[in-house]
């Protein structure tokens, strides 16, 4: 339950100082904003020199303030530059720094860096604790390697380990010393000089976390000495250690707020059906972004959904369906298949789920109030034109809610007596909004300040939107704000901030000409209101044409113009998990296009664990004709086909896999500031 004490309380850390001792800030940072005031400390041939040239030339200074800010950013910001341009510095720095921020009469010192030498130690252990006599209260990262650094390590100083949660809003504690804390150390998206921001964790960030949940601590109650506000902050952070469902915000803020009771943080599944704000009157020029919801004409209020037929794309919502605002209660196929009364999730080479494949009947449509109805044109082709007529007036005579992947406008009737019935069908499609589309060329300079991270393949049927919910997943499981743009006909249903359905069946209600500056707007729009820390996208089919001279519709065309309009900084690129020549040199083309056309970097590769069968009738793993991959089988071809392209090469149907691919691309970004 949140505390009372502060629920709706707003606290924002005005009215307390905090001190960063570091490698200086840079003012006027966009995440860091006004610093009020700070002192350059240098020792020069054993004298020690002030001056005021206290702002950042390296970088850390800089990613802790923005981290304190982000949790606490009503705070008053102070620069202790201690540090040289390569972010060392000396216990007697350490001290003097200290002594400084007590005779300004600073409420919290944060000090992400840290000394293992014994030299000067006593000087560091008698400006603590004058610190903490004052009542000033000092918060130290412990050192990374596990050894021993001061001054975490002194007395009646905070120090900061790596701990907690995956979650980088959810601390811990260590019985053995009341004085510690545990935060998480997960890299994080933070501030950096030039006003950039890179990917950064450690105990340094962990430390700025603790100093701004304990700056609205000291908020609430001024009078707090240190040792009451960690008892303050052990019991606050206990009550709320429960994991919290993921969401969608981006701050660090909200979260804290939720931690001391407050109630600004929502759930996931709430903000995805949000209907983005409008600009305000004075940003005319702030481009809009087309919801998920009003993409696919308001989502229907399905709980319960049934499954048809169980074809690829209906694959990923078996796949991830936990990420889906609905429960699947059962999976329908057809006759014929091979599926029927097998779990889903051994179709599918992954855990059971609980759901067997049942052929097309009555009592499986009795068990949910919703049906999502896949691709049905080559079922229409092998049963006849009335195929889906007849199970859209089976899903009529029971009630159900209908989503589509393909457009019902030729049902009219069963549409209109569906609507007499209070029932959803709805179908994925863009709205042929002229005013968006002016409004596109009007803003297409707004900045988009975040990552961007592109899923491209080289052929259909790769795992492309597999591998971007598998990291979406990464990423909000480790506490990330993710944006995401989805091009597959279901991905409203899992919540993506905008929907350009243009894979298979795609009705375009535009020219191509006009697709490159609608797709960035769109990108634009997601950036400018949810401010999330990395924008995710990915597109269809192969990148460039395997032979130009094929009809047009083989030439690619759609995923160029994603490619060109997206602006990715980062690719992971789907390929065949095979070494055949002529594959292996047009995946070669197929990187060079995305680097030179792209302008982006392919970082790694990912390939499904899929292929086709090469095994006797009753081989393991056979489904039709093609089999699964068991992982160390899978591990020897990544490892193969590292060598021909020399890029990572991962399978991310197998958890190792995902996590490499998440680690690759957070490293990506923590060598670069976007």
């Known amino acids: 339950m949140p505390n009372p004490i502060f629920h709706g309380s707003g606290l924002s850390g005005k009215g307390i100082s905090v001190a960063v001792v570091d490698s200086g800030v840079q003012p006027d940072h966009p995440k860091v904003g006004k610093v009020h005031s700070g002192i350059h400390i240098t020792l020069e041939e054993d004298q020690l020199r002030f001056s005021d040239d206290w702002e950042d030339r390296h970088g850390h200074g800089t990613a802790c303030a923005s981290v304190i800010k982000r949790f606490a950013p009503g705070i008053e910001l102070y620069s202790i530059r201690i540090a040289d341009d390569a972010a060392t510095s000396s216990t007697q720095l350490i001290a003097e720094a200290i002594m400084w921020a007590v005779l300004q009469k600073i409420h919290i ?75 998480p150390a997960t890299r994080r998206r933070v501030a950096w000089v030039g006003g950039g921001q890179a990917f950064l964790g450690g105990t340094s960030l962990a430390a700025a976390r603790v100093s701004g949940s304990l700056a609205l601590i000291k908020e609430r109650n001024r009078r707090l000495k240190a040792e009451h506000i960690i008892e303050e902050f052990r ?89 889906l605002p609905f429960k699947i209660v059962e999976v329908m196929d057809v006759l014929g298949h091979g599926q029927i009364g097998v779990d889903a999730g051994e179709l599918l080479n992954i855990e059971q789920t609980g759901i067997k494949v049942t052929s097309k009947n009555t009592n499986s449509l009795q068990k949910g109030d919703g049906l999502i109805l896949g691709h049905m044109d080559k079922l229409v082709q092998l049963r006849g034109p009335d195929t889906v007529g007849r199970l859209l007036t089976d899903a009529l005579l029971h009630n159900l809610h209908v989503f589509s992947f393909d ?141 130009p001279h094929l009809q047009s ?9 994603f490619l060109l309009a997206s602006r990715c900084d980062a690719v992971i690129l789907c390929i065949e998990p095979n070494l055949d020549d002529e594959e292996v040199e047009y995946t070669k083309h197929t990187m060079h296009a995305i680097q030179y056309l792209g302008k982006a970097s392919v970082i790694a590769l990912a390939c499904s664990n899929k292929v086709k069968n090469d095994r006797p009738a009753n081989g393991a793993g056979r489904r039709g004709g093609f089999r699964f991959l068991d992982e160390a089988e899978s591990f020897s071809i990544c490892q193969q086909l590292e060598t021909v392209y020399g890029k990572p090469v991962n399978c991310p149907a197998f958890p190792e896999g995902g996590r490499r691919l998440f680690d690759l691309v957070i490293e990506f970004f923590q060598k670069r500031s976007v």
């Not at 206990?238 to 969608?248: M, V």
């Open 235 to 323: 019991r606050l952070a206990a009550d709320h250690s429960a994991p919290a469902e993921k969401s969608s915000g981006s701050s660090e803020t909200q979260s804290v707020a939720k931690l001391l009771g407050g109630s600004l943080a929502s759930s996931r599944r709430a903000k995805s059906r949000e209907e983005n704000p409008a600009p305000s009157a004075k940003s005319p020029q702030m481009p809009r972004v087309i919801s998920a919801a009003s993409l696919a004409a308001q989502l229907p209020p399905i709980s319960q959904a049934v499954l048809y037929p169980f074809s690829k794309e209906i694959h990923s919502l078996v796949r991830f369906r936990s990420l």
């Open 109 to 183: 010192i944060n000090v992400s860096l840290g000394s293992k030498g014994q030299k000067n130690l006593s000087r560091l252990e008698e400006a603590c604790s004058i610190a903490y006599e004052a009542g000033t209260i000092i918060v130290a990262a412990e050192s990374n390697d596990g050894m021993k650094c001061y001054p975490a390590a002194i007395d009646r100083v905070i120090s900061v380990g790596s701990g907690g949660s995956s979650n980088a809003y959810e601390f811990g504690d260590d019985q053995m010393n009341r004085w510690r804390i545990l935060a």
């Open 553 to 561: 519709d083989c030439l690619c065309l759609n995923t160029l113009h």
């Open 407 to 547: 457009s019902l406008e030729s049902y009219p009737s069963l549409l209109a007596d569906a609507q007499k019935k209070g029932l959803k069908w709805v179908w994925p499609s863009l709205a042929h909004d002229q005013a968006l589309l002016e409004e596109a060329y009007t803003v297409k300079d707004f900045p988009v300040n975040v990552p961007v991270l592109g899923v491209f393949g080289t052929r259909s049927q790769q795992g492309k939107f597999t591998v971007q919910m598998e990291l979406r997943g990464r990423f909000l499981e480790a506490g990330y704000s993710v944006g995401q743009l989805g091009t597959e006909p279901h991905s409203a249903l899992f919540g993506c901030d905008a929907v350009f359905p243009m894979g298979y069946g795609a009705r375009l209600p535009f020219d191509w000409g006009k697709v490159i500056p609608y797709l960035r707007h769109q990108i634009q729009a997601i950036c400018q209101y949810k401010t999330p820390e990395i924008i995710i996208l990915g597109s269809q089919s192969g990148t460039i044409p395997r032979d």
